[in-house]
Nanobody
């Protein structure tokens, strides 16, 4: 069983930055592909970025050039660095760990971009 805990969300002004963390309690963290999703009110959950165990990344076009995903396998933690934040980035951000058919979700962290 894997438990994921997101942190780092909050209120930030447009143009600001936040770094989200996703800490895993499970062992063998490096085998999991880690994915950040977000869900804004009234909208479907969308993929933001993912990173494989060996560090290959994929970032959604809507955040490319502004968001960076990374991981530290020694710390069992994945990160989402968010720069140049826009009001449309406001959402609950979730992380997911996936290995073959196994998937685990965190509880989410709220990010609000507003002046």
């Amino acid at each position: 069983q894997v438990q994921l805990v997101e942190s780092g969300g909050g209120l930030v002004q447009p143009g600001g930055s936040l770094r989200l963390s996703c800490a895993s309690s499970g062992r063998r963290f490096s085998i999991y592909t880690m994915t950040w999703y977000r869900q804004a009110p009234g909208k479907q959950r969308e993929m933001v970025a993912n990173i494989t165990g060996d560090g290959s990344t994929n970032v959604a076009d809507s955040v490319k050039g502004r968001f960076t995903i990374s991981r530290d396998n020694a710390k069992n933690t994945a990160y989402l660095q968010m720069n140049s934040l826009k009001p449309e980035d406001t959402a609950v951000y979730y992380c997911k760990a996936r290995f073959h058919t196994q998937s685990y979700w965190g509880q989410g962290t709220q990010v609000t971009v507003s002046s």
